[in-house]
């Protein structure tokens, strides 16, 4: 059974346009959240992270907000550019986890020129 | 952010022969992971340690085994390698931080059994 959910496999945005990725949880003990990023033949690149006692965190393009009553997390890029082509993971730790990351299966983002 | 280092980046073996996947870290991080990724889904933890002398299966089931001799060095093995152990190898390491933990990857072992 999934605890981290990505239900969209891919996205297509414009360049310059918003990119919402989504993540849903089913763990009301995760309390801890990361964004992953994705290139083919690469591991994965830390974008950004948010604690459970906050509802957004930003850093420059990206944006990361977390809504724990509807189990939902979003990571906003603004502008999105060609470069932020990829497979983002969404991630969580807490409760019994201990520290460990449960990841979702990713959604791949396209941003056309 | 953490400089990890896995090795080899690619791998083609024939089944049966034993391999060992390396991966080091420069950060002195206690935590080190080994994950299993197939194309278009999650990554899985295969094994963990806390530190020295301290290895942990993960979620999901491996023939595979790691040991933690040193802190910088977490390699992984497979005593004989079968078609099904094609797969991307991925590292990471964490700084110990009671819960609330940034994991830093390496680049992957992309490891094809034929």
């Known amino acids: 059974d999934q605890q981290v959910k990505q239900n969209s496999p891919s996205l297509s945005v414009q360049e310059g346009r918003i990119s919402i990725l989504n993540c849903d949880y089913t763990?009301?003990?995760?309390?801890?959240f990361l964004w992953y990023k994705k290139y083919p033949a690469e591991g994965p690149t830390f974008l950004i992270s948010?604690?459970?006692?906050?509802d957004k965190n930003e850093d420059g393009r990206f944006t990361v907000f977390l809504n724990k009553s509807a189990k939902h997390l979003s990571l906003h890029i603004v502008p999105s550019q060609p470069g932020d082509s990829a497979v983002y993971f969404c991630?969580?730790?807490?409760?019994?986890?201990?520290?460990?990351?449960?990841f979702g299966k990713g959604t791949k983002l396209s941003v056309k020129p | 952010e953490a400089d990890i280092y896995q090795t080899p980046r690619y791998l083609v073996i024939g089944t049966g022969k034993k391999i060992t996947l390396e991966c080091s870290q420069t950060?002195?991080?206690?935590?080190m992971y080994w994950y299993q990724q197939d194309p278009g889904m999650e990554l899985h933890l295969i094994h963990y340690?806390?530190?020295?002398?301290?290895?942990e299966k993960g979620d999901l089931s491996s023939e595979s085994t790691v040991s933690r001799i040193r802190t910088e060095h977490f390699p992984l093995t497979l005593e004989s390698a079968r078609p099904s152990h094609t797969s991307q190898y991925l590292c990471?390491?964490?700084?110990?931080?009671?819960?609330?933990?940034?994991?830093?990857f390496g680049p992957g072992t992309r490891l094809l059994v034929l």
């Open positions: 340690s806390y530190g020295v002398n301290s290895t």
């Open positions: 991630a969580a730790t807490g409760g019994r986890s201990q520290g460990n990351l449960i």
């Open positions: 948010i604690s459970s006692i906050k």
């Open positions: 950060m002195g991080h206690d935590k």
């Open positions: 763990n009301s003990m995760f309390d801890y």
């Open positions: 990471a390491s964490s700084e110990a931080r009671g819960g609330r933990e940034t994991q830093y």
